[in-house]
């Protein structure tokens, strides 16, 4: 079995990875959103600034018609959607990863265990099953793991 030291640095190295996401999920956010107010911008025939334009990426130095100004506009527009989807499956991926990390590998996060006996009476053998708290666990379905790795994933939740 995978040790809780192991399992514990598998751990933070998600919780790296989905703040690193989410970093990005809030800057391309703010790039659509601007991205958005240009396209309004150009609809309404007013002029984008130069800043503008280098800050998403358009060579400012060159002079373009509203129409293809609008392209450029959606074709950046676009990239940036597809990546904020794949960030998006990303950031569940992780989560899901972290939720299965995290998890009790005894009753699988249940956080109760079954034991069947087998009472022998006559000549015939009735089982029992009877639901226990989860000795590994104690009831709570997660590993034991370090309180400051607790702390982040509260964080994160
Ligand atoms: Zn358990």
Do not use: A, F, W
């Amino acid at each position: 079995m995978t040790s809780i030291i192991q399992i514990e640095e598998d751990i933070l190295k998600t919780i790296k990875e989905l703040e690193d996401i989410k970093i990005e999920i809030t800057n391309l956010n703010q790039e659509l959103k601007l991205i958005q107010e240009l396209i309004s911008t150009v609809n309404q025939n007013d002029i984008i600034s130069k800043d503008k334009m280098l800050e998403i990426g358009i060579d400012p130095t060159q002079i373009y018609s509203p129409t293809i100004l609008k392209l450029k506009l959606r074709g950046i527009q676009n990239t940036k959607k597809t990546r904020l989807n794949e960030l998006q499956i990303g950031h569940n991926k992780n989560k899901q990863l972290i939720n299965h990390l995290t998890k009790c590998p005894i009753c699988q996060g249940k956080g109760t265990t079954t034991k069947t006996s087998y009472d022998r009476n006559d000549n015939r053998i009735t089982p029992t099953t009877k639901t226990e708290t989860c000795p590994t666990c104690q009831g709570k379905g997660q590993l034991n793991i370090n309180s400051q790795i607790l702390e982040l994933l509260k964080k994160i939740k």
